[in-house]
Structures are given as C-alpha cells and as structure tokens.
C-alpha cells in the first residue's frame, strides 16, 4: 500500500503539487482558530470572535465558486496567485487594526474569506493531466483526502506554537505568508502553468446546471453537517467526562480513522461505477454515525469516533471522481469548489445546530445530529438516483471514457488538457 502512494508521489511534479496545495491551504485550514485567539487576546468576546469567522465563512463560500470558474476560464496562475496575495492582505489588514472599531475587522474578513483561492478544486484539475492514468488519478483523490486530515492536525500545532513563540498576530501574518509561498509554489509549475480547461458552453449556471452535481453537493452538505455537530458535540462530552484533552482524543480518533480508511482505499482500484460505490460508502458513513449517541464512557466512545471516521475519506475520494464525471465541460474548477464550499457550509451549519441540540438534551442530542445528518445525506443520494448514472457525454468524450475504463488517461481527461 505504502509503496503504490509512493510510486504515484514519484510521478514528476506530483510531491510538488499535492504539499504545495496543502502549505497553500493553511491559512483556511486554520482560520477559524487564529481569528479565535487574536480576538481573545484583543480584549474581544467570543461573540465577536464567532462573528467574525461567519463573516470569513460566508465570503469564503461566495468566493469559491466564482473564483473556480474563473481558473476555468483565466487559468490558474491568473487567478490563484492574486487572491492567495489579497487573502493575507485581508488577515494582515485585522492584524494591523484590531478588533476595534468593528467595521474595519469585518472588511478585512470578508476581503480574506473571498479571495481565499480554490487550491483544492485546482490540484483535482490538474491530478489527470499530472498522472496520465485513470487508477493513479483515483488514487491520489485518495491521498489527497488523507493529506487534508494531516494538515487540519498539523495547522492548529502551528498557530498555537507561532502564539507562544511571539503572539496571535504574529500568528495571523506568519501562516498567511506561507500559505501564499505554497501557492505561489504551485502555479509557478509547469503543469499549473499549462494548464487549460476543455471548452466551456456559456452558461449562467456553470457547473450547477448538472443534476448530478446538484444531487452530490446537497448530499455532501449534511455530511459536513455531521462532522460540524460532533466537534460541537465532543466539547460537551468532554465536560461531562472530566474536560481536559477528552474532546481531543474524540476528534483525533475521527482523524485517524479518516486517515486509515482513505489509506486502504486509494491502496487498490476499485471496479464498478463510482456512482454505486459513493452510496455505499455513504451508507456505511452513516451507520458510523448512528451509535454516536450511545455516549459510552470515554475508551468507548473514542472507539465509536474512530469508526465514524473510517469511511470519510474514501467518501469524499469517490465523491471526488463522480464531480469529474458530471462536471460539465470547461466547468471543473467550479464544480469541484462547489462541493468544497458546500461541504465547509455544513459544517458550519453543524455547529449552530448542535447548539440548541445540546441544551436541550447534552451530548447523546448533540451527536444524534451527526446521526441524522448522515442518514439525510444517504436519503438524498438514494431518491435522486436517477440523476446520478452514467453522465451522458459528447462523442468526442466517449473515447476519453474509453480510455479511462481501460485505465489510461488522455492529457484532455475530463478536467482540461496540457497546453
């Protein structure tokens, strides 16, 4: 297993693109805890703190999208580069001026949530022209999902050593320049350089005028609802089993079973279409998160977490392969910064929900959410049905579909061409 991911890691500029993304996605990746801590050690409320990450959350949702379609029709250097500037000129905007007045924090919130650039969707566009075979792309939509696990662990270590070592603004600007260094080291690669997207129709609509796309964002929304419910749900467990690092061995052990899981998964080629294989995997995701509200002791439920965790990233990797499928023409970017943003938009909805939920009825309420997140996620996958088979494509994509089930991949594969 750990011998094929490094096989795929030695393909020219692979390493390169996947840790250049993942330095590039800091920033986002650790938004949340940064403005948190910069405002606590503002003088601020954590209303104010909360207020601010929904600014940054909202932005960020508006912005990935638009900013997708425009690599589609811009190219990635174009666009990437400049809102990776923009997004930390946002956070050293709040550095510089504080939480006070207001008005300023917000815009300079909304300036970097916007302009956080579309890394993830980028490097998912580019994987097919990098690794030229179908099983390699696949399984570095795999790795990929793993390597995001890793970064959402090693990110907030990062904060909070650049807190302790000089301050929480010192924070905001230090991880917001590297992550401009990981996309600059992206774009300035031959691959992100050449790439181009295949021919788009106009559309308004963009990549949202695919139903099956339509089906997978809204199914994936209430799995980001989930997973937002049970980081809330874990801090109130871990009140009612002594505190401490209790919610943290709850959300590492998630960690780590997404970890193991996208591991074996992406380890194998998987036969059959991907479309049947993502309801599986979403049927088993949503079994992890129904015992959730057994709230066992504290070994148990770390247990539990851990199994919820197992089938996230192989979901999201088949996720990944069906957008590719049905994304329309000319549309990649986008439709792959679409389930992003959905996915970070449930999340977030989690997390308000879980609130209510958990004083109403504790813990067991707070992670029944999760449960029923997953199995609403499930439901939509299943009544929509039909708008997820085999995507109809133009003759001259049938043979690109050829060559994939035959396991090679054209340098135009679905997600653009090498210039």
Known sequence: MAAGYADLLKTRYAARLLTGTLVGRLPNATAALAVVLFVRGQGGSYALAGALSAIYG?????????????VDVYGQPRVMLPASVLSALGMALLAAVGVE??????????????????????????????????????????LDAVAQEVMFAVGPLLVTLCVAAWSAAAALLVINAIGVLGALSVVVSPPSRQWRSAPREAHWLGALRSPGLLVLISAFFFVGLALGSIAVAAVAYADQHGGGMVSSYLLSALGVGALAGGLVYGARDWPGRPEARLRLLVVLLAL????????????????????????????LACA????????????????????????????????????????????????????????????????????LGDPVLPAEDAVRAENDRNGAVEPGFRAGHQA
């Not at 207001?102 to 300036?111: H, L, N, T």
Request: hydrophobic share 55%.
């Open 58 to 70: 909202v932005c960020n949702a508006i912005g990935q999208p638009l900013l997708g379609r425009a």
């Open 101 to 142: 007045p207001r008005w300023p924090a917000y815009a300079a919130m909304a300036i970097a949530g916007f302009f956080t650039p579309p890394l993830e969707g980028g490097l998912r566009a580019l994987w097919p022209g990098v690794l030229q075979r179908a099983d390699r792309v696949h399984a570095a939509y795999a």
């Open 288 to 315: 992890g998160y129904l015992p959730l509200f057994l709230v066992p002791g504290v070994a148990g439920m770390t247990a539990l977490t851990g199994l919820a965790g197992v089938f996230l990233a192989p979901a």
């Open 320 to 387: 990944f392969v069906v957008v590719d499928r049905h994304a329309p023409k000319g549309t990649v970017t986008e439709a792959f910064s679409w389930l992003v943003t959905t996915f970070g938009v449930g999340s977030a909805a989690g997390a308000s929900v879980a609130g209510p939920a958990l004083e109403g009825g504790g813990p067991a309420a707070g992670f029944a959410v999760a449960g029923v997140s997953g199995v609403a996620g499930l439901l939509v996958l299943l009544s929509m049905k039909r708008f």
